[in-house]
Antibody, heavy 119, light 106 residues
Framework: QVRLQESGPGLVKASETLSLTCTVS??????????WGWIRQPPGKGLEWIGS???????YYNPSLKSRVTISIDTAKNQFFLKVSSVTAADTAVYYC???????????WGQGTLVTVSS | DIVLTQSPATLSLSPGERATLSCRAS??????LAWYQQKSGQAPRLLIY???DRAAGIPPRFSGSGSGTDFTLTISSLEPEDFAIYYC????????FGGGTKVEIK
């Protein structure tokens, strides 16, 4: 069973860079056909896709966040990463890392981590 | 960009009743349509993928249907544990989520 675990600071100052790590266990981050991505959920609101990286290394970003977001991967450590620059209070959310295969029920989520942006 | 619009925003029903949730896309897309259930404080849980296939371990009272731009999640007879928020999702090289439908106890 694939397990994902987010880690990183729970508090980030406005204008700084939010950095999170997702550690994958029980499976390889190099597995064919898998996407690895980040989704966030502001308190009391819905889900917003941030971006994804395909097992081949191709990256895809939400156009509304693209200028501030970088997703990368470290296959040796079985981890992938999120960076969001120039954060504001609007970036306060629970951040989930997830992996999926679009055509199957191979779909895994971390427990989520709350990141608060302080002024 | 594809926009997914879910309706209604809130559905007030009693246990045992049938729930019908709608998800409408702003345009036809080549990706796949999925449905998730989310309970308070938990990560979303995949119910349906590729419009109508139930994920492993999902009870048969959950079913998905649709094509083109109109998709439906049906819960045939609500159990107490089904009261939650449901999201539709378009999955291709990128993801799009609908705004969610809250199924609450009447």
């Amino acid at each position: 069973q694939v397990r994902l675990q987010e880690s990183g600071p729970g508090l980030v100052k406005a204008s700084e860079t939010l950095s999170l790590t997702c550690t994958v266990s029980g499976g390889s981050i190099s597995s064919s056909n898998y996407y690895w991505g980040w989704i966030r959920q502001p308190p009391g609101k819905g889900l917003e896709w941030i971006g994804s990286i395909y097992y081949s290394g191709s990256t895809y970003y939400n156009p509304s966040l693209k200028s501030r977001v970088t997703i990368s991967i470290d296959t040796a450590k079985n981890q992938f990463f999120l960076k969001v620059s120039s954060v504001t209070a609007a970036d306060t959310a629970v951040y989930y890392c997830a992996s999926w295969v679009p055509t199957s029920d191979n779909d895994y989520w971390g427990q989520g981590t709350l990141v608060t942006v302080s002024s | 960009d594809i926009v997914l619009t879910q309706s209604p925003a809130t559905l007030s029903l009693s246990p045992g009743e049938r729930a019908t949730l709608s998800c409408r896309a702003s345009q036809s897309f080549s990706g796949y349509l999925a449905w998730y259930q989310q309970k308070s404080g938990q990560a979303p849980r995949l119910l349906i993928y590729d419009t109508s296939d139930r994920a492993a371990g999902i009870p048969p009272r959950f079913s998905g249907s649709g094509s083109g731009t109109d998709f439906t999640l049906t819960i045939s007879s609500l159990e107490p544990e089904d009261f939650a928020i449901y999201y539709c999702q378009q999955r291709s090289n990128w993801l799009t989520f609908g705004g969610g439908t809250k199924v609450e106890i009447k």
